[in-house]
């Protein structure tokens, strides 16, 4: 009964999801203050609908339903409950109605949180939202339901969720992807109900940051996971591949990043308007992109969830309705939107307009590079594009992208006096370059893209706390600095510092870490850069749902015993599947990885190895942290909560009146 009224629920949430696409947008174009008044409560049942429906379906995988067909394929009576529960988005139909939820509560928080919006404009975004939310509900309907029957004949067990899944990761990194994935649908919705009215002011970009900040933020830490997972998950050492998959999120996220930068310049200087809203457009597009070459079959990755040619029809079908509406919409109404470019070369303004080209020019070169293997394949060609081509092209941007970060945040908008600059400038520099030098020499073995990654994070390092100490000169403690700042000027320093930490990490994993494929035996000791490792013992375990061999190994440093790692190979029983289990001791400046291949004997005894000594690979993902933290602490700026609908220009007074927090009465 669960599994019925979970897709009855679905099938409300679709009726739901067109009342809202179509009664408040009417609403404000015929000014039916009833109408409007509808999209509110029409955006709190969607959202209902949707979690009703997916806790009918997190109870028929606690119950072990298996007349359920998604459940009897991707879970099993011997499955841990912990994975029971992450199970639910463990494939594609459970994973999109986690999708789909989130979306709905990302359009619930706008309705709650977005009444800084004139009314009319309000239920427009609202309304867009529900446009939105049709064709990702249909798509769960009618492709993917995942409430689907085995009946009359079904399995006594069920075949298991993927052994790789089975992990703590999974249960936090699909979340987090998909709140920043949807996130972008409002500043889409955004963006297309200002073209509507034919209105982009600094006040609609001051109202949009937040949002796409948060959703960025999100997006952020859901790659970082997902590069997390990867590495110690699948056993092969490594963080990031170019895989098509990777790439998906990798593309909005370069374009969010844009984005963020160029509504800066339209809150602050009312300029970049038709740049800023092209931007809100194309990055949920690209994301919806990433849906398709995720859930479409058309790329084989372990991260991809679905193979069914009717899925990738759907999704390329709706993003072309998406992206062709917003297009059009683009073209005719974009020229209503009036801009002037008044800054000069030196400015604040041209730096973040430098720094959005080459964030678009980055986007565009890991998406022509994931693209053109499917686009040869149309053609009849077979063709691969791999990591060589994404490894030599994409730091060209990258490198300018962060002199310029160095340059950028000193600056003033409109006009800087160069005089002002240069003395400063020359010192960072310099001090950048000696430091990494230095620090590249003391890393080991010295290696001339490791000298130009750490000097260059140096200089946006020390720019940034340059930058911070003139925002805060007039105040003399460390305490009064800081909270004199306001959140967005604290955000984008910890924002900036998070990137340098980062590519700090990328540059010093990539050339002074040490890995080694060895054939051991029980007493056998190998040592790679000053740690010796030795092969103590074989053991054989049964756990709930798995068995395995784990080999221990002692790992010592000068004599002295440090840790004992124990790696595995698991045989899971439903499956019936073997994986590698690698065990990793995590470190400030490195990880020491071992990983299992084959038994080399009958006995158990030799055993094909690999051992990593990864410098500061941990660096890369804490960078990611401090990005979003700093995301976070920008959203939190109090501008955006005191912004009044009554700031936006061309608006009646009957339609700047918060209509959501009082009483009124029909027309």
Request: net charge positive.
């Amino acid at each position: 009964m669960h599994a019925e009224f979970g897709n009855y629920l679905l099938v409300f949430a679709l009726c739901i999801s067109i009342c809202l696409s179509v009664f408040p947008m009417w609403g404000a174009f015929a000014n039916n203050r009833q109408l409007i008044l509808s999209a509110k409560p029409l955006t709190v049942l969607l959202f209902t609908a949707l979690f009703g429906s997916f806790i009918c379906l997190v109870y028929a995988f606690y119950i072990d339903d298996f007349t359920i067909a998604y459940v009897a394929q991707n879970s099993n009576s011997m499955l841990p409950d912990r994975y029971k529960f992450s199970a639910v988005w463990g494939a594609h139909e459970g994973s999109f109605l986690l999708w789909t939820l989130i979306f709905s509560g990302w359009a619930i928080a706008v309705a709650l949180f977005g009444k800084n919006l004139p009314a009319k404009s309000h239920v427009r975004v609202l309304s867009v939202l529900g446009m939105i939310g049709c064709g990702f509900v249909s798509f769960l309907l009618f492709t993917s339901n995942p409430f689907d029957r085995t009946l009359p004949f079904f399995p006594v067990d069920g075949g298991d969720l993927n052994p790789l899944l089975q992990d703590f990761g999974l249960i936090i990194h699909p979340p987090l992807l998909y709140m920043g994935y949807v996130g972008f649908a409002v500043s889409f919705a955004f963006a297309i109900t200002a073209l509507i009215e034919g209105e982009w002011t600094s006040n609609w970009a001051r109202a949009t940051r937040p949002w796409t900040i948060a959703a960025w933020s999100f997006l952020t830490l859901g790659v970082m996971l997902g590069s997390w997972w990867a590495y110690y998950e699948l056993g092969w050492g490594g963080w990031w591949f170019w895989d098509p998959s990777e790439n998906a999120s990798f593309i909005p996220w370069l374009s969010g990043t844009a984005l963020m930068h160029s509504l800066a310049v339209t809150d602050k200087r009312n300029s970049f308007k038709g740049w800023t809203l092209a931007l809100s457009l194309s990055t949920f597009s690209l994301s919806l992109l990433g849906t398709f070459l995720i859930r479409s079959g058309v790329l084989t990755s372990v991260h991809a969830f679905a193979s069914d040619p009717a899925r990738g029809r759907f999704i390329l079908i709706f993003l072309a309705l998406v992206v062709g509406t917003a297009l059009l919409l683009f073209l005719f109404r974009s020229s209503k939107v009036k801009t002037k470019a008044d800054f000069s070369e030196l400015s604040k303004d041209m730096f973040l307009l430098l720094n959005n080209i080459l964030l678009v020019s980055a986007t565009f070169f890991v998406l022509f590079g994931t693209l053109y293997p499917l686009l040869a394949e149309v053609i009849g060609k077979k063709m691969s594009v791999g990591a060589p081509y994404f490894n030599s092209i994409f730091p060209i941007p990258m490198i300018l992208l962060f002199i310029l970060l160095g340059v950028g945040p000193l600056l003033n908008w409109k006009k800087h006096d160069a005089s002002t600059l240069k003395k400063p400038l020359i010192k960072i520099a310099l001090i950048s370059v000696v430091l990494g030098l230095l620090s590249s020499l003391i890393a080991g073995e010295f290696y001339l893209w490791v000298m130009v990654g750490l000097s260059l994070s140096l200089w946006v390092s020390i720019s940034s706390f340059y930058n911070l100490n003139l925002m805060s000169r007039h105040k003399k403690t460390l305490s009064k600095k800081l909270s004199s700042l306001s959140g967005t000027q604290l955000g984008m320093t910890v924002a900036h510092i998070g990137v340098v930490v980062t590519l700090a990490g990328v540059v010093l994993t990539s050339f002074h870490s040490e890995e080694k494929d060895l054939r051991m035996a029980i007493g056998e000791s190998k040592e790679i850069a000053g740690y010796n490792f030795s092969m103590k013992e074989v053991q054989d375990l049964t756990k709930d749902n798995y068995q395995a061999t784990r080999v221990i190994f002692d790992v010592s440093r000068n004599g002295e015993f440090l840790l004992s790692l124990a790696p595995e190979k698991r045989f899971y029983l439903a499956k019936r599947q073997i994986m590698t289990e690698a065990d990793i001791d995590a470190g400030f400046h490195r990880d020491l990885y071992i990983a299992l291949g084959e038994a080399l004997d009958n006995s158990g005894n030799v055993w094909s190895v690999r051992i990593y000594v990864k410098s500061f690979i941990r660096w890369i993902w804490g960078g990611a942290i401090l990005m979003a933290l700093g995301g976070f602490l920008a959203m939190m700026d109090k501008r955006y909560r005191k912004l009044k609908a009554e700031n936006f220009a061309k608006i009646s007074e009957d339609e700047s009146k918060p209509i959501f927090s009082h009483p009124v009465e029909g027309d």
